[in-house]
């Protein structure tokens, strides 16, 4: 009974830092064998990974969002924090949280919509 709620603002101005964050509920997110990630999809488009956690707070992130990337968590509120920054109308979409642990099937937030624009 994992749940995942994203929270944010639904519009950011270009050149900007986009700050999400994704509420896990049911899990502790410092769960021996839990992952966390955020997970974008542009409109008409595909997924695209953007980053994710390790239990133990080790992060990983896509190579072509790197060096604009960072998650971060806060124990205390059991939350995952996405921050995206120097963002243009291209980080447009749809932005979802994600958890896994070690069985097969993943545990997804609804997602919330990110409009950049000025």
């Known amino acids: 009974q994992v749940q995942l709620q994203e929270s944010g603002p639904g519009l950011v101005k270009p050149s900007q830092t986009l700050s999400l964050t994704c509420t896990v509920s049911?899990?502790?997110?410092?769960?021996?064998?839990?992952?966390w990630s955020w997970i974008r999809q542009p409109p008409a488009k595909g997924l695209e990974w953007l980053g994710g956690?390790?239990?133990?707070?080790?992060?990983s992130y896509s190579p072509s969002l790197k060096s604009r990337t960072s998650i971060s968590r806060d124990t205390s509120k059991n939350q995952i924090t996405l921050q995206l920054t120097s963002v243009t109308p291209e980080d447009t979409g749809t932005y979802y949280c994600?958890?896994?642990?070690?069985?097969?099937?993943?545990?997804w937030g609804q997602g919330t919509q990110v409009t950049v624009s000025s």
């Open positions: 994600a958890g896994a642990d070690r069985g097969p099937a993943p545990y």
């Open positions: 049911g899990a502790s997110i410092t769960t021996n064998y839990y992952s």
């Open positions: 956690m390790t239990y133990s707070g080790t992060t």
